[in-house]
């Protein structure tokens, strides 16, 4: 059932026209003819993995952010939003903030999807996803050139480009399905890592600028390929600025990030590899991510290979989280070699190596102190 609004203006030119013929003699207003403005429903889900908390707004001024009188949505804990327009057009629909439920992180990006609002729609869905976001920069750019080109024509060419046999899995949910997974993580896990070297500021905002930039320049380079070439697209992303700074990436780092989405491709073609295991081949990919962000702080980008070459024993389809068991463990600390104890193996610092407390046996401790003889 279609949910209506009766025009304001009909509403006053009607009543101006009752009291008139309520006055006796008066002149009356004729009442403007009845118009209404239905209502649409927006909704879908939020997903890098599923985003719990975050704003989705219909981005009417294209700002890439959501302004007090634009419609919006805070997501529940599967990602699903859901608001009401009256406003027809093509518009952005954009997601910031929250936390990924998968990983337990903060989101700092921002996602987009294009969307397509008439008068005979009741409803519309968007999935909002990396992939939606990087067909969204895509139809800014070409539009620009070609006024008729569409949003469903730049989802069909990434759609092509990633390799993709329909253009319905650019807007498909990542955690449904291994292939558009699969790309997802290569993208996302590469711009959490050269992010680093675009900005060192906390401050979420910055963070979203230079996530923005890193998924258009990403963009522009799947547009110009045949295909998602990660090690060229992190190539054409040195030859450029951010904020007026040039992008330094090391050489380290772009042989490490190459090698790292080559290996995610290889182990999530795999047989053994399931849509049970999404979430966990996330969390597993997401903890190397960290490793290797810390080395990249630390400027200490030579030992990026000896994560690489764990990531390559290791089977990612495995939940490798350790399980902290209430257990008393003892560690010796590396400098000053004083053994320690704590409440379980997960609480014991990296560097700390195991050791045998020194006690003293009840027997030991009732014995008279022993008096040196002179």
């Given at each position: 059932?279609?949910?209506?609004?009766?025009?304001?203006?009909?509403?006053?030119?009607?009543?101006?026209?009752?009291?008139?013929?309520?006055?006796?003699?008066?002149?009356?207003?004729?009442?403007?003819?009845?118009?209404?403005?239905?209502?649409?429903?927006?909704?879908?889900?939020?997903?890098?993995?599923?985003?719990?908390?975050?704003?989705?707004?219909?981005?009417?001024?294209?700002?890439?952010?959501?302004?007090?009188?634009?419609?919006?949505?805070?997501?529940?804990?599967n990602g699903v939003?859901?608001?009401?327009?009256?406003?027809?057009?093509?518009?952005?629909?954009?997601?910031?903030?929250?936390?990924?439920?998968?990983?337990n992180k903060s989101f700092n990006g921002i996602l987009k999807d294009t969307i397509i609002i008439t008068n005979d729609d009741e409803t519309v869905t968007s999935t909002i996803t990396p992939l939606t976001t990087i067909a969204h920069e895509i139809y800014q750019d070409k539009k620009i050139s070609n006024p008729n080109y569409t949003p469903t024509d730049a989802k069909n060419t990434l759609a092509q480009k990633l390799g993709f046999d329909s253009v319905s899995m650019i807007s498909k949910d990542p955690m449904t399905d291994k292939d558009v997974f699969?790309?997802?993580?290569?993208?996302?896990?590469?711009?959490?890592?050269?992010?680093?070297?675009?900005?060192?500021?906390?401050?979420?905002?910055?963070?979203?600028?230079?996530?923005?930039?890193?998924?258009?320049?990403?963009?522009?380079?799947?547009?110009?390929?045949?295909e998602l070439n990660i090690s060229k697209a992190v190539n054409d992303i040195s030859t450029k600025s951010f904020e007026g700074k040039a992008i330094v990436i090391d050489t380290n780092t772009k042989t490490y990030v190459n090698d790292?989405?080559?290996?995610?491709?290889?182990?999530?073609?795999?047989?053994?590899?399931?849509?049970?295991?999404?979430?966990?081949?996330?969390?597993?990919?997401?903890?190397?991510?960290?490793?290797?962000?810390?080395?990249?702080?630390?400027?200490?980008?030579?030992?990026?290979?000896?994560?690489?070459?764990q990531l390559k024993s290791t089977t990612i389809t495995t939940d490798n989280t350790p399980v902290c068991t209430q257990v008393i463990t003892y560690a010796k600390n590396p400098t000053t070699k004083e053994c320690q104890s704590f409440g379980t193996p997960c609480d014991v610092p990296t560097g700390w190596t195991s050791c045998v407390p020194v006690t003293i046996s009840p027997i030991d401790s009732l014995r008279p102190p022993q008096i040196p003889i002179l």
């Open positions: 059932m279609k949910r209506t609004l009766l025009n304001i203006a009909t509403l006053t030119a009607l009543t101006i026209s009752l009291a008139g013929c309520g006055g006796g003699g008066g002149g009356s207003t004729p009442a403007s003819s009845s118009s209404t403005v239905t209502l649409k429903t927006i909704s879908g889900t939020a997903v890098d993995g599923y985003i719990s908390g975050a704003t989705v707004c219909l981005d009417i001024n294209s700002n890439d952010s959501c302004d007090n009188n634009e419609p919006k949505a805070i997501t529940n804990s939003y859901t608001f009401d327009t009256n406003t027809t057009g093509t518009y952005p629909i954009i997601v910031t903030g929250g936390v990924d439920t998968t990983t699969n790309k997802t993580q290569q993208i996302i896990q590469t711009i959490e890592l050269i992010t680093l070297n675009l900005t060192d500021s906390n401050q979420t905002q910055d963070k979203q600028k230079a996530f923005l930039y890193l998924i258009d320049s990403i963009s522009t380079t799947i547009n110009q390929s045949s790292f989405v080559k290996e995610i491709d290889s182990q999530m073609k795999s047989s053994t590899t399931t849509i049970a295991s999404l979430s966990t081949i996330q969390n597993n990919l997401q903890s190397f991510t960290d490793d290797a962000k810390e080395k990249i702080v630390q400027n200490n980008t030579s030992s990026l290979v000896t994560i690489v070459n």
